[in-house]
């Protein structure tokens, strides 16, 4: 056990170090998901209509693969399970491509909607399927609209059952539909320290969390927004930070679906400007997969074995939260 803690603590050591200051490495992250999947999406299109919807799904993806290849910048997809069983060689394609693969639930449920039960018997139905399709264990987890919320931490103990050795569902600001201001806003050790938990990138501003972490704050916002945000992030933070985006984000031509005008913005306002701002994202900051942003932080594969927890949760809390 001390040399548990001993080996843990210096990788936390190591991970904490400030990267060289002129390219800070940051996690990319894409939620792997149709345009009709979101929480927005529902309000006019139920899940029963999903399979009659026009997929978008393998021209958004293919529109950022290539983005991402020209500018030599390789991700982490969270893939839905719905979307591997039905777009198998896009899930290959990807893996193919470079790209680290991880697992954004099976039918897009949200955790504080679901049974434990429901929730362990539906993650590991993705997961398998995930990793039958790339033929190599996934890592990596995120729900659903960050759906992880105080109350829900029984997630994290399924998921370290399940063999995830990182967790990224925490996205710690005032929100509608997924608020958890009070979380930290760096890595922490949850389940009992046999997962870490990555949350979404924020700006503390005012004594507030405002996300800086991508999505809709980048394509809805001034690119400047989320440039002031990630380099407050580098400036404060000692980690890398997480940033997501969704491949309908780059669709410059979004189909229609029936909405109030406040989800209409909120679904489909700014996807054909959403290219050029991470380009000009790519350009300015330097991101990798969460596997090698955070290699220092969560170790090798042979590191990571589900017996051997991650120590120090508490000091990861001070240091980085
Ligand atoms: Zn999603």
Same mark, same amino acid.
């Not at 429901?118 to 264990?137: C, G, M, Q, V, W």
């Not at 929100?175 to 320290?193: E, I, K, M, Q």
């Given at each position: ?56 799904? +393998? ?32 899930? +290959? ?30 993650? #590991? +139905? ?77 700006? #503390? ?100 074995? #589900? ?15």
């Amino acid at each position: 056990m001390g040399n548990d803690i001993a080996s843990a603590k210096s990788k936390l050591e190591v991970a904490l170090m400030p990267e060289p200051m002129d390219r800070p490495c940051h996690a990319l992250t894409v939620d792997l998901e149709d345009y009709f999947h979101t929480e927005t999406a529902a309000q006019g299109v139920s899940r029963a209509e999903w399979e009659t919807q026009p997929s978008r799904i +393998e021209s958004s993806t293919s529109r950022l693969l290539d983005l991402l290849d020209r500018n030599a910048v390789h991700a982490t997809f969270f893939v839905l399970g719905w979307v591997a069983k039905r777009f198998p060689a896009l899930i +290959e394609e990807i893996h193919q491509r470079g790209h680290e693969v991880g697992c954004h639930s099976l039918n897009h449920q949200l955790v504080c909607r679901i049974s434990p039960r429901e929730f362990h018997e539906t993650t #590991r +139905e993705a997961k398998d399927l995930i990793e039958s399709i790339i033929e190599e264990p996934i890592q990596g987890y995120r729900a659903p609209n960050f759906s992880i919320l105080p109350g829900y931490e029984w997630a994290f103990e399924t998921l370290a059952d399940l063999g995830f050795l990182y967790d990224s569902s925490v996205h710690p600001i005032r929100h509608p539909l997924y608020s958890n201001p009070d979380a930290p806003r760096g890595p922490y050790c949850v389940a009992g320290g046999r997962l870490m938990e990555l949350p979404i990138a924020t700006w #503390r501003l005012a004594g507030h969390n405002l996300s800086a972490g991508g999505g809709a704050y980048l394509r809805l916002l001034p690119y400047q927004y989320i440039q002031r945000g990630l380099k407050a992030w580098e400036k404060h933070m000692q980690t890398p930070a997480m940033v997501y985006l969704h491949p309908w984000e780059l669709d410059p031509n979004p189909p229609r679906i029936p909405l109030s005008f406040k989800s209409t913005i909120r679904q489909t306002w700014g996807t054909s400007a959403m290219e050029a701002k991470l380009q000009r994202l790519f350009e300015q900051f330097h991101f990798a997969p969460v596997r090698d942003a955070y290699k220092s932080l969560l170790g090798d594969k042979e590191f990571l074995p #589900r017996k051997t927890p991650f120590q120090l949760t508490e000091q990861v809390k001070q240091v980085a939260g």
